[in-house]
């Protein structure tokens, strides 16, 4: 994909990755249609990045957000789709309710699901187009603490996989980044605190950021983001005993984390 060609809707723009990925495309020449719940931080993102962008607030857990967005993307002839809004919930499942689940697996798994196919018709009329998927590590090590988040970008990774092979004769390529953490405002204090404690590095969403461009570029379908976690993943994949012995040795850590919940 050429980046200065690009028309791109970016959910979750308001966020820490999605404020790094949208200077960045902008930087490249990218047309952006910037998403997110917030009119207020839209509107100062949109004023740094200049005519290149335009926003529209759209929450994704609604059917009437989903409706504005396809409207707004068809307006602004979008070929490629980044799903990067998400939410998270870090704690013990049995200690968890319900409404935290079902956000998590709204946000990050149904509406990404949805938009994409409202936003299919468009996109497979494009000569070239793209959907980029942001997942996470957490979709091929599902980890202790995080059982609906690991779920919903589980879920996102098969998606991902399956649309891909679905659409393997059409203009539209699907492309899956899984990163590990980033310092951003998704992570709260407790689960920062986890990171340090168990030496999970965190990444910068200005790093993540040049990683999901190149691989949108370069039309890399699936990637990733830091190592030891890629080694991990793909352990998971053939003998995810190795990883249940590994996590099993630090679960008095995560559950002492979860339980000093901010
Ligand atoms: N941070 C990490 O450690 C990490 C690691 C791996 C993967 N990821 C993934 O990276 C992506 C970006 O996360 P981030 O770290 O940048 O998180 P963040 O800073 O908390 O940003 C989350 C974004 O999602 C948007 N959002 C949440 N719920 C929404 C809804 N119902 N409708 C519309 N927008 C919604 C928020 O928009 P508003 O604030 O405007 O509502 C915000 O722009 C997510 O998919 C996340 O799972 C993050």
């Known amino acids: 994909m050429l980046i200065n060609k690009a028309r791109i809707l970016l959910t979750g723009a308001t966020g820490g990755l999605g404020g790094a990925l949208a ?6 020449g990218a047309h952006l249609l910037l998403s997110g719940r917030d009119a207020k931080k839209l509107q100062a993102l949109q004023l740094t990045l200049g005519a290149a962008a335009s926003y529209i607030v759209a ?22 789709l980044i799903n990067n809004a998400g939410v998270s919930s870090f704690g013990l499942y049995d200690e968890q ?7 998590v697996l709204s946000t990050n798994l149904i509406a990404p699901m949805r938009l994409t196919q ?12 793209s959907i980029v998927n942001v997942g996470s590590t957490f979709g091929s090590i599902p980890f202790a603490g995080f059982a ?23 203009s539209v390529t699907v492309i899956h980044v899984a990163p590990r953490a980033i310092s951003t405002p998704l992570n709260t204090a407790a689960v920062n605190a986890l990171n340090q404690a ?22 890399t379908l699936e990637s ?12 998971n994949g053939f003998a995810p005993q190795l990883i249940d012995q590994g996590l099993r040795n630090k679960l008095a850590t995560i559950k002492q984390h979860a339980r000093t919940q901010d």
Request: neutral net charge.
């Open 148 to 170: 609906a988040y690991s779920s919903a970008k589980a879920g996102l990774r098969g998606f991902s996989q399956s649309l891909r092979r679905e659409l393997a004769d059409t």
């Open 23 to 28: 200077k960045q495309l902008a930087e490249a």
């Open 198 to 219: 168990l030496g999970n590095t965190s990444d910068t969403p200005e790093s993540v950021a040049r990683d999901i461009i190149k691989a949108l570029a370069a039309n």
């Open 118 to 129: 409202a936003l299919l018709p468009q996109l497979k009329a494009q000569p070239q187009a």
């Open 224 to 235: 990733h983001i830091g190592f030891p976690e890629r080694l991990f993943a793909w352990l």
């Open 97 to 103: 309710n319900w409404s935290a689940w079902e956000q």
């Open 59 to 80: 929450d994704l857990n609604a059917s009437e957000g989903v409706t504005t967005l396809v409207h707004a993307a068809q307006a602004e002839r979008v070929n490629v």
